[in-house]
Structure formats: C-alpha cells, structure tokens
C-alpha cells in the first residue's frame, strides 16, 4: 500500500470505533456507516485490527478514556465534523451547489457520498493518497461515473492549475470547495493562494471548512494535540487564530453565512444523544460565499 496520511487513518478509525455506540450511530445514514466499516478494513494490517477489537465494549470505553484523558473533546469533535460537515454539504445541494471539490479528501466519504447522489465529486489529495483511495473504490465498487479522483500537491502546485486539467471540471458551475481537517496543515501563502483560486474560478462558489484555533486550548492540551500530530510525521502550519483565520477569509471577499462552534456542538448535536463528552475547544466549522 502506498504511503498514507496517519492521521486521516486514525480519524476514520475513531469515528468508527465511536460509531459502534447506537446513540451515535443513529445520527448518521447507512451509507456513511458501512463506508467507514469498510475503510477500517481496508486499513493497513497494524491499523485494520481495530474493526475486530473496537467491537469489544471494554476496549472502547479503554480507548475513550485514555483519550479524554490526554485530549478532552477529540473523540466527540470527529464525530461533530463528520455530523456537521455532511449537514451543511446536504444544505449547499438542495440550495443549488452543482458540483463538489474536497480538498485533501483523505479517507472521508464526502466525494462518494455526493457523486452517489449525482453530484458532480472531485477528490484532491496527495499522489499516494488517491492511489489508495482509488484502490479502496475499485475494491469496494464504488466507482461510479460522477466521481473523480485528482492527485494535487497544493504545496507545489495551484488549484487552478490541477482542476484546469481535468475536463470533467465546470468553472461554470456553482462549486462548492470542502476543507475538512486541511487548512490547519498548510503555510499561510499556500492558504492565500487556494482562496484566490477558488474565488477566481466562480464568484458563485463557496467554501466549507474546519478550522482549530489551538489559542483556545491550555498549554498541556495544546501540547498533546500537535504532539500527537508531529508523533505521525505531519504538522499544524497556519500561523492564526479563529480572528485572523476570518480575517483572512474577508481580505479575499469571503463573507461567513455559518459558523458552527464547539459549544454549538455541545448543547445541540452532543446533548440530543446524551453523552456527557465535551467537544474539543477551539474546534469551528465555517460555511462561507463570496460577496458580489
């Protein structure tokens, strides 16, 4: 298998452990269920025995205890994100999005979920990502004409320049671009250069994302949380807080319509299935247009 983003694999793994809890299983459809099901197996042999060990009760409140233990709030805000994200990416197709981009798509299930719908899904990641992304497709039968696969280094190379070059990608069409878990892992310039791409592409396009503002967490949690990132071999590079991420969203004419925080998450999506988990501090989920 070619190299894969640890910590993509470890959000699906969570998300799936936590979904084995009927109160949370409830809050998602089968199709979101049984993707995540069947991309823990697909995992790497040192990562796949967690389909088999997850289903043992003792080991999941084992898991879950050591994880409030050194991060309070991380296990509840993956299933927040995937919750949130999918929501408001419902919400932009029945509003008159024609078309999805998700950036860094890593192991999610927003492209195959969207193009199952008919919706027109590209998925960029990096060369080795799609390759086992791809694989997990075919092997899985998913493929399906409205979905596309795109190798990107958005270090190296413009989003422009990427989807230019696949000819199934409408400039003219309302897109709506995903960020989920992407922005936090590249340098400001990279940042500024995908929000003017995607802004000179479509004026009618618009930008869902997740954002971390690590200034809200104390010393030790903010030390466990980018620990626990550079312990996979990634990093966290945007240099801004929950103000000048926004800030920087305006100086490229981007108006926030929706902005989801983790006390939202808290009172509203947490408390409906009554688990007394928090949601990690510092953790938004941002829905924004392009003023015209």
């Given amino acids: 298998?070619?190299?894969?983003?640890?910590?993509?694999?470890?959000?699906?793994v969570k998300f799936y452990g936590l979904t084995k809890d009927s109160r949370i299983a409830d809050k998602?459809?089968?199709?979101?269920?049984?993707?995540?099901?069947?991309?823990?197996?697909?995992l790497p042999s040192h990562l796949s025995w967690y389909q088999n060990s997850l289903n043992s009760s003792f080991l999941r409140?084992?898991?879950?205890?050591?994880?409030?233990?050194?991060?309070?709030?991380?296990?509840?805000?993956?299933?927040?994100?995937?919750?949130?994200?999918?929501?408001?990416?419902?919400?932009?197709?029945?509003?008159?999005?024609?078309?999805?981009?998700?950036?860094?798509?890593?192991?999610?299930?927003?492209?195959?979920?969207c193009s199952s719908l008919g919706i027109p899904s590209f998925e960029m990641d990096m060369e080795s990502m799609i390759e086992n992304k791809s694989a997990f497709i075919q092997e899985n039968e998913y493929s399906n004409s409205y979905l596309n696969t795109l190798a990107?280094?958005?270090l190296d190379q413009r989003l422009t320049a990427v989807l230019s070059s696949e000819k199934k990608f409408?400039?003219?069409?309302?897109?709506?671009?995903?960020?989920?878990?992407?922005?936090d892992y590249l340098p400001l310039e990279t940042t500024k250069e995908i929000l003017e791409d995607i802004k000179s592409l479509n004026r009618d396009n618009q930008l869902?994302?997740?954002?971390?503002?690590?200034?809200?967490?104390?010393?030790?949690?903010?030390?466990?949380?980018?620990?626990?990132?550079?312990l996979v071999g990634e990093s966290l590079r945007l240099p801004l807080n929950r103000s000048e991420f926004i800030s920087l969203l305006k100086e490229f004419e981007f108006s926030i319509t929706k902005e989801i925080g983790y006390k939202d998450m808290e009172n509203d999506l947490v408390s409906s299935m009554q688990i007394k988990l928090p949601v990690l501090k510092g953790f938004y989920v941002m829905n924004a247009s392009i003023k015209n």
């Avoid at 298998?1 to 699906?12: C, D, L, N, Q, V």
């Avoid at 932009?92 to 860094?104: K, L, N, R, T």
């Avoid at 409408?170 to 922005?183: D, Q, V, Y």
């Avoid at 869902?208 to 550079?230: A, I």
Wanted: with cysteine; proline share 2%.
């Fill in 208 to 230: 869902l994302t997740t954002f971390f503002s690590l200034d809200e967490l104390n010393w030790f949690h903010r030390f466990s949380f980018t620990s626990g990132v550079s």
């Fill in 152 to 154: 990107a280094n958005f």
């Fill in 170 to 183: 409408n400039s003219r069409k309302k897109t709506l671009f995903i960020g989920e878990g992407f922005f």
């Fill in 28 to 42: 998602f459809d089968s199709f979101t269920l049984d993707f995540y099901k069947k991309m823990v197996g697909f």
């Fill in 61 to 113: 409140r084992l898991f879950i205890w050591s994880e409030e233990l050194l991060l309070p709030g991380d296990l509840m805000h993956i299933i927040c994100r995937k919750y949130y994200i999918t929501k408001l990416v419902r919400e932009a197709i029945d509003q008159g999005v024609e078309q999805i981009v998700s950036m860094g798509a890593g192991f999610d299930h927003l492209g195959l979920y």
């Fill in 1 to 12: 298998m070619p190299k894969i983003s640890y910590t993509a694999a470890y959000i699906t």
